[in-house]
């Protein structure tokens, strides 16, 4: 009557409906999940160089950030990435954002961060040289990664700083640009 290539259908896909009933119902049960981090500090503390590289104007930063998001945390999320983003209009753009710091969080322990003068991994690079007495607004967002269901970010906006009119460096000492390293 029914050969095994008929049986062997019904049993997969049943399996397959039964697979896909309980990750809609997974997914359903965290829809209302309303985790509210706290972010008490987020601010640039200083400018450690502002230099123009290759016509594209570059600053190294360092920032404060304090911030508890273990409430963004549920059963079904199995990581956050956290990163802050600084924020900046130029003639070219309106709006620019760069990423300068982040960090991958896979435990609710892990996602109390307390940093202070903490140094950006990546440094603030403009396409041109409009980054001198420029107004930046840091904004720190984190990227929920489900095991299963929809991925969606939070950020809060949470400082501004305005940058330098002249290049410099740690020390304070302005310049045109860094010079070239003589070889002796």
Do not use: C
Request: glycine fraction near 4%; charged fraction near 20%.
């Amino acid at each position: 009557m029914h050969t095994v290539w008929v049986r062997l259908n019904a049993v997969v896909f049943f399996g397959l409906t039964v697979v896909v009933s309980l990750a809609v119902m997974t997914w359903m049960s965290t829809i209302g999940h309303q985790g509210f981090p706290t972010v008490d500090v987020l601010r640039v503390n200083s400018v450690k160089s502002m230099r123009s590289h290759s016509k594209k104007d570059v600053a190294v930063l360092t920032f404060d950030l304090h911030a508890d998001l273990s409430p963004a945390f549920d059963w079904n999320i199995k990581q956050l990435f956290v990163f802050v983003v600084a924020e900046y209009a130029s003639k070219k753009n309106p709006l620019n954002q760069v990423v300068i710091w982040d960090k991958i969080i896979e435990h609710p322990d892990d996602a109390v961060l307390h940093m202070d003068k903490a140094t950006v991994e990546y440094g603030l690079i403009d396409q041109g040289a409009a980054l001198r007495n420029t107004t930046v607004q840091l904004r720190l967002v984190w990227d929920h990664m489900p095991l299963t269901g929809r991925l969606f970010m939070e950020s809060v906006p949470m400082s501004t700083y305005k940058l330098p009119g002249a290049y410099s460096t740690e020390s304070g000492k302005s310049s045109a640009g860094f010079k070239k390293r003589s070889n002796r």
